[in-house]
Structure formats: structure tokens, C-alpha cells
């Protein structure tokens, strides 16, 4: 796991909701400034690292999503004066990792992934990760026709122009054997040599000065005149293709290696790499020649070899599997910790962060430092124990400060012999500093909680932002600003309230929206409107805008693909209730006797009288036990999501503001995917035992694709189980239910594999 992956695990929604918040206007402004002026404000690596902070923050943490994330963009939304290209095949970022044991675990994924594959030796390529900007460029009969930037991921710009006046792009391919339709893909960028003379042009002519070269690059493919472009000498480096009409290669070494016999520039040190040995002795290599090479590159980017290795290992939200950044180290400062915060979140997650004394790392002034949470502080666990990275940091210490892909740094270090004289540990509070009710700890959690719910103005207003945010409702007009003074005014409480916006507060009514400050008529119509608009909303909008814990937009989107449509999911979710109780009492179990074994009588009132309540309720029925396996069966959420879903429909209060919400709503079922042909599109099926030709993971991509639902446990719903060699209990339940069963053979047979 990546440093920033084990960082950001360790971080809190507040914690994580403070730097969206904080950076907001910093990275807005950069965009202005960046596309729209030519003008930027932030150097490539500060960009960059926001960028890679948002990503990595909602990979770990989705539900923490907000109106202004930057967690669907893949680049920026395409600016106007550009005509709008579609990118046939999406383009992609990139995972990180920061350590060479990130490289190690990157890999061995791989292998487990393959594990069934005998005998099959992985090979990588590894390659300069360059510092500009992507471009995508369409060849048809080796005639070059269209260039387009990233854009967000799914929509570019239209630079043909511009692109035509780098020289390092051919108009037509050289040699043979391209297909009659491809798009290469590569990085534009600024030589260090070619940015020094056009910062002395421009100082001659009494001209701006540059900042850098990627984003000096960046500005000058966006000008409306080529011009302008041609006389700024960018380079080009292609590494990648997009959309093909054939394949041209088995590959990524060999393809990349046409690229260059097709007359595109490939980087020198593009190498294939046998073992991941290797991989990391080439970056040690590259990093020693960075400051030599005359462009900028931020790390080494490796990718599997094979392309249909590829092709099998997939993707993950907006990044291959097959392929990971292996960034340069992370700089480091010293500076006073002057105080530690406690901020509350949307969750009621309490979490600390350090104000520091502002130093510069990296070329930027630095105040702010997350601390992730109590253990971090305290440098032990809840039971005492030392913990991996945890320090003993107090208010006076001096830290060592370090910025790997983030904007807010963390700690490093503490230099113990410059401790003032008496300073004592930090006392985390168990108050909520936002309401006052008591903060609570669960077993097993890292983070310490507000138990206050929707009496906690954190959690209320935070709540609301995400209700409204570009993931969920997204209703135009109605940002985080807005519904932070409709509470504060007493206009919205919860989301339905939203929809009764015209009612309460529209012409005619005591209170008019249209009479505040900031609003007029024009102003306050259209945003009603806008909120008419959303009460038809898509399922997995409003699973997401719910903000439950652990349901991010990933999980919504499995929910709404699985069940779909909204009366499925709730009277699944009502089904599995005594199931999950079962559950949790069995856990419950667990900790009470392991309690008592520590003699701690704190930790041994988990829930007594709750357990001994369950212990007296009838036998779960099959049928919720059967909900329970399906729901957490859904790859991607198991039990901890699965209790928080089932827990938080069937609280009371809960459920009516959830009931409340939807009586205004027409929600959209999720759409099915075409399956025409398929023999199993609607069937529930079950994998139990050892699968000899597949994964578990290949198989039930391959049964989703088709249209089936895959559970993790056998019940009255299901309608197949492939069974392999050492199927056990579920088989057995099969049997019982008369539920059809087959083997792996017949399964692929089933498919069109056999």
C-alpha cells in the first residue's frame, strides 16, 4: 500500500472535508488561471499534488465527496473557445505509490490476480513520468486529423491547430502497419532550456514571467492562436494509444516501439523490466538523472506488458489496475507546532489538525498539518500498544514536515531534544467541541465520533453539502454556501425541505427567497426550478446523496446495478434487518469475552442487554439470511457496509427523513445492461468452491457483464450455483432448496467460453 493509501486510511471525513474546504478557492482560482488566462498561479508539482490529494482521499473515503471535488475530473472541464472532442476511450489517471514497498505490493497484486495462470512470469515496462500535459491524437490512413487535450477524462478540447506546430508530431506516419484508425496519446512538454529562453524573451520585451515549464506548456496549447503556440517550441513524448480499429501489437514494449517506428519520439529510458527487481533499480536510475535530463518528470510510471494481461486485470474507478506512478520523494521542513484543532465532520468524526508555524516545503508556505487521529497523537493504540508512524507530538514540539502528494503536509518527525520544559501530552477531547454531546469511540475504530446526529450543526450542514453536491442531487445554484445559510436561517433542516423550498419561501409567502440579499426574482425562480428538476432523480444519485457511512459513490453505483430500483433495494434492506443483528451479536459476543479476558470492565459493557434481547428472538429466517449474504456479498461492500446500510434504514428517525425525501421524488431504476444473447441476464448466481479456469474475481466480472447478479450466499432467491472442487456449506444449502447446480465447465459452456 502507497504511503498517501496508508494516509489517507488513517485520515477522518472531517479531517479530509477540512482540506476540500481550505483548498477550495486556492485550486479554483488555479484553474482560472491556468486555463483561462495563461497566467498560472501554482507551480506543476503544487497542482499535481492537489490533484492526487482529491483522488486519493476519495478512493479511500468516498462519502466524502462535495459540490467543488475534483474526484470526476480526470484533468479540467473543457474551456470555452475550444470545440468539445468525446474521447472514444476514456483518458485515465494514474494510482500512486511513494515507497519501493508500494512498487513490491503493486506487483504482487498482479501475481495473485494471475494466480491461476501456471508457470506465468509478469514483466512491467517503466518509463519517465513526465511533467507536462496529455494530449490524445487521431490518425485515419496514418493522416493526422484531429488532437485533443485530456479534459476531464470523457471530454477534451479541440487543439488541432495548435498541436500541428510541435514538430515532434508527424502530420503523416512514417513506416507501415499502423491500423486505419488510431489515436496516440503522449505528453506535451517544456524543455528546460526552451522555458529559460522564452522567460529571457519575455523579460526583454518587459513581458509576464514564466513559472514553470509544465504549466507555461499547458497555456501555450490552449492559446485561440497557433501562433503563439508555434513560437513557444514544445516537445512531444508519445507513450499510449486510445482508440485502435485493430490491434497492433501483443505488447505494451512492442507497441510503444512502433510508435517510434511511425515517427513519434519515445523517451530514451523506456525499458521493459522482467521482475520487479529490476523496475526498482531503473527508477533508482532515473531518479539519479533527473536533474540531467532538460524536462520535468515527477516519477516512473509501470505497466504490464502484456495487453491482454491487461485487458484482464481491468480498471478501478478512474485508473487501470495494470498501471501505477511511482512518485519522487516527498521534501521535508521543520517548523513550531503553535496548537492542534478539533474539527467535526459530516460523520461526527472529531478530527485533529496541527497549526504550525508557517515554513516553506516544496516552494510553498505551509500552515496546516492533518494528524490524522488521537492514536497518531498519542503514538499508541486505544489499549497502549506502539503504532506504525504514531508519534508522541504536543503543542510546543518542533516537527519535521513533509509534503508526498499532498497539499496540508503531515508530520514526519518530532525532534524530542527540543521539547519545551513541562509540556504535557494532548488530552483528546471525548466532547464534541461543535454541540457538546459526548464523543464515542467504537471497538476496533481509529476515529472518535459526535453521538449528537442531526442536533450537531456539523453534521447537519455537512450533511446538506453533501445532499447537494455534484455526485448526488447536484442542483444548480444550490452549493455548499447556499444551504449552509438556509440552515442557519431555519429554511432547511433536512433534504426534503429542499423540495418545499417554493412552497415556504416562493412568491406570495411571508418569507420570500427573492427578498433576501444576494437574490432577486430572476434569481430565486431559477432556482426553484432547478430544484423541480431533480426531484426525477437516477437511483444510484440517491443512495450516494444519502450519506450514509462507508457508501460512497462506488458502493451506490454497485447498490443501484444490483438491486435496481428503489422499492428492490429497500425491501432488501429491510429484509436482511434481523440477519445483521445476528450478526452483530455474534460480534458483540466476540469483544464482551475478549473484554473480560483484558479485565477492562469499560470495554466489557458492549451491549450486554442488547446481546441477551437477540439471544431471545425466533431463528433468522433463510430468507433473511439470504438478503444479508446477497447485500454483502456485492463485491465492494462485505459486512461493514452492509451493517451501516441495514442500520441506517431502519432507524427510526433515519427512515422518515429518508421517507420524507422520497415522497417528493421520482427516482429513475438503474438502467440494464444490454445483454442481448446472454443465458443468464437476471439470474442469481452463487461461486462456491475452487474455481480451476478463472479467478473468483474474472468470474464475476464476467457473470456482472452478462447481466447476473452474483451473491455470496446461497438462498430462496438464488437461481445457480457453480460449484468447484471443496464446496461445503453452500452446496449443501443448494440441495436443500432444489436450487440448480453445475460445475465450472458447464458455467463457461453457459457464458460461450467452454
Known sequence: MADTERDVAGLSESAARAEYQRLHELLSAADAAYFEKDNPELSDADYDALKRRYLAIEAAFPDLRRADSLSEKVGSAPAEGFAKVIHQVPMLSLANAFEDSDVEDFVARGKKFFEREAGLRLAFTAEPKIDGLSASLRYEKGRFVRGATRGDGAVGEDITANLRTIAEIPDQLAGSGWPDVIEVRGEVYMSHAEFRALNARSAAEGGQVYVNPRNTAAGSLRQLDPSVTAKRNLKFFAYAWGHVSERFAETQFEAVQKLGEWGFTINPHFKLCMNVEEMLAHYHLI?????????????????????????????????????????????????????????????????????????????????????????????????????????????????????????????????????????????????????????????????????????????????????????????????????????????????????????????????????????????????????????????????????????????????????????????????????????????????VERARAADDARKARIKPVRAAAWAAEPAVSVQSRGAWDELTGIEGIGDTVGVALVAAFAQQAERASINRLVAHLEVVAEEAPDTAGSRVAGKTVVFTGTLEKLTRSEAKAKAERLGAKVAGSVSANTDLVVAGPGAGSKLKQAEQLGIEVIDEDAWLALVGEG
Open 287 to 591: 531518479e539519479s538523472r533527473r536533474a540531467t535530463l532538460g524536462y520535468d518528470i515527477d516519477g516512473v510510471v509501470y505497466k504490464l506488458d502484456d495487453l491482454r494481461l491487461q485487458e484482464r486485470w481491468g480498471y478501478v474507478a478512474r485508473a487501470p489496475r495494470w498501471a501505477i506512478a511511482h512518485k519522487f520523494p516527498a521534501e521535508l521542513a521543520w517548523t513550531e507546532l503553535e496548537a492542534i484543532d478539533i474539527q467535526v465532520g459530516r460523520t461526527g468524526a472529531l478530527s485533529p489538525v496541527a497549526r504550525l508555524k508557517p515554513v516553506t516545503v516544496g516552494g510553498v508556505v505551509v500552515s496546516n498539518a492533518t494528524l490524522h487521529n488521537e492514536d497518531y497523537i498519542a503514538g499508541r493504540d486505544n489499549e497502549g500498544n506502539p503504532i506504525r508512524g504514531g508519534k508522541d507530538i504536543r503543542v510546543g514540539d518542533w516537527v519535521q514536515v513533509y509534503r508526498a502528494g499532498d497539499v496540508i503536509p503531515k508530520v514526519a518527525d518530532v525532534d524530542l531534544d527540543r521539547r519545551p520544559a513541562g509540556s504535557a501530552p494532548f488530552q483528546f477531547p471525548h466532547i464534541c467541541p461543535e454541540c457538546g454531546s459526548e464523543a464515542i469511540r467504537e471497538e476496533g475504530d481509529s476515529v472518535r465520533r459526535c453521538s449528537g446526529g442531526l442536533i450537531c450543526p456539523a453534521q447537519a450542514v455537512e450533511k446538506l453539502r453533501h445532499f447537494v453536491s455534484r455526485a448526488a442531487f447536484d442542483i444548480e445554484g444550490l452549493g455548499s454556501k447556499q444551504v449552509e445559510q438556509f440552515h442557519a436561517d431555519g429554511w432547511i433542516d433536512e433534504p426534503a425541505d429542499i423540495f418545499t423550498l417554493r412552497d415556504r419561501h416562493g412568491p406570495g409567502t411571508a418569507q420570500q427567497l427573492q427578498d433576501k440579499d444576494g437574490w432577486g426574482e430572476k434569481s430565486a425562480e431559477k432556482l426553484f426550478d432547478a430544484i423541480d428538476a431533480r426531484q426525477t432523480i437516477d437511483l444510484r444519485r440517491l443512495i450516494f446523496a444519502l450519506g450514509i457511512r462507508h457508501v460512497g459513490e462506488v458502493v451506490s453505483a454497485d447498490l443501484a446495478r444490483h438491486y435496481g430500483n428503489w422499492r428492490a433495494l429497500l425491501a432488501a434492506l429491510d429484509q436482511a434487518y434481523p440477519a445483521m443483528e445476528r450478526h452483530l451479536e455474534a460480534e458483540a459476543a466476540v469483544l
